[in-house]
């Protein structure tokens, strides 16, 4: 064979290469939908548990995973605060920063970029819409305890839908609430054109298009035990109402009480949230399947409690052990289904889950 023919078939080869890469290039995968759960402190043998004890769990129907590292900048054990402006902005800050640098300069998160672009945005959580991780997504303060201000901050964030608990920190004390500037912050989102819910049964017959606060406790949610509903039934409120957008949108959900029940080295209560969070996975998966342009990212922002799985049954009952009551600097797992879902594999710093997120409106 003559040398030019060879060069001709090296050049064709290279072209085929070219347009085969770009054919699967994660650039033409951009998804309509983002959907990002967070188990907060969510650690592999939740995860692992969760696998084990049910055939059907939602981490079973995953095939791009990764692993996070979650250290904040300025410790090797984050706080939520810090783990949530990681995954909301790409960027490392420090434990108790929500949405600034560690020098107090602001970050333009996920939202602010989705609605940039005309996409809806919601939050779903079992703690209140101020706390640490919803607060990620929305709000920037340099103490997360400012949860008053951080409610101010909601009035400006433009989110479609937010369904969680907190009534005290937008309601003056004259309405039961716990603000003592005497602002009443349902009254001016009012103004803004939001509708209100308080119970889970107005939220469910609600078929409006306007944008949704739903407060429906004072503070946190209930345990999932104590509810008769569950995350995922919240979920799927958030996502049909979103999904009226035919430009797309970013959904946040968080189950934040696998944390706390780590925290309090309870086992059952830790698994009765993972439980829980795991309807809200199966509840973004189906909606995901269906529509075929939606991403669904699962992580946490961190582990808690060194938690591990000390014993069983063969009846695939496990038994759960805790090396601490606080924070660990364990990596967490990332999984991702969808379109665009390949960038999360392999491990990777939390702030690259958010830069990947981030990635889609660039």
Not at 326 to 350: S, W
């Amino acid at each position: 064979m003559k040398f030019t023919n060879i060069l001709r078939l090296l050049v064709l080869a290279l072209l085929f290469h070219v347009s085969f890469v770009k054919a699967v290039s994660p650039q033409e995968k951009k998804p309509k939908n983002i959907i990002l759960l967070i188990g907060d402190g969510m650690g592999l043998s939740a995860v692992s548990t969760s696998i084990l004890t049910d055939s059907t769990s939602s981490f079973r129907k995953f095939r791009f995973i990764g692993l996070s590292i979650t250290c904040s900048a300025d410790n090797l054990i984050t706080d939520s605060a810090a783990g949530a402006t990681a995954l909301s902005t790409g960027h490392k800050t420090n434990n108790h920063y929500i949405g600034v640098t560690p020098d107090t300069s602001r970050l333009v998160n996920i939202f602010e970029l989705a609605e940039k672009y005309k996409y809806s945005t919601g939050i779903v959580s079992t703690s209140s819409i101020t706390h640490a991780t919803p607060a990620g997504f929305y709000a920037h303060v340099a103490e997360r305890s400012e949860e008053f201000k951080i409610a101010e901050q909601f009035l400006e964030s433009g989110i479609d839908i937010a369904i969680g608990g907190g009534r005290h920190f937008f309601l003056p004390e004259s309405k039961n609430g716990k603000r003592k500037d005497n602002q009443d912050l349902i009254q001016s989102l009012d103004q803004k054109g939001y509708s209100y819910f308080t119970k889970v049964d107005d939220l469910n017959n609600y078929k409006g298009s306007e944008q949704v606060i739903a407060l429906l406790e004072d503070v946190s949610l209930s345990d999932a035990g104590k509810r008769n509903y569950s995350l995922g039934d919240l979920t799927t409120v958030a996502i049909n109402h979103l999904s009226k957008n035919e430009t797309g949108f970013v959904l946040m959900v968080e189950g934040s009480q696998i944390d706390w029940g780590e925290h309090e080295n309870n086992a059952a209560k830790a698994l009765n949230e993972v439980s829980d969070f795991n309807e809200a996975i199966h509840a973004a998966l189906d909606f995901a399947e269906k529509d075929g342009n939606t991403l669904v990212v699962v992580t946490a922002d961190h582990e808690t409690g060194g938690t591990s799985i000390i014993g069983g049954t063969r009846n695939k009952e496990v038994s759960l052990g805790f090396a601490s009551k606080g924070h660990t600097a364990a990596c967490v797992g990332i999984f991702a289904y969808g379109p665009g879902a390949e960038l999360f594999q392999g491990v990777m710093e939390n702030t690259q889950i958010g830069k990947n997120l981030i990635h889609f409106f660039d």
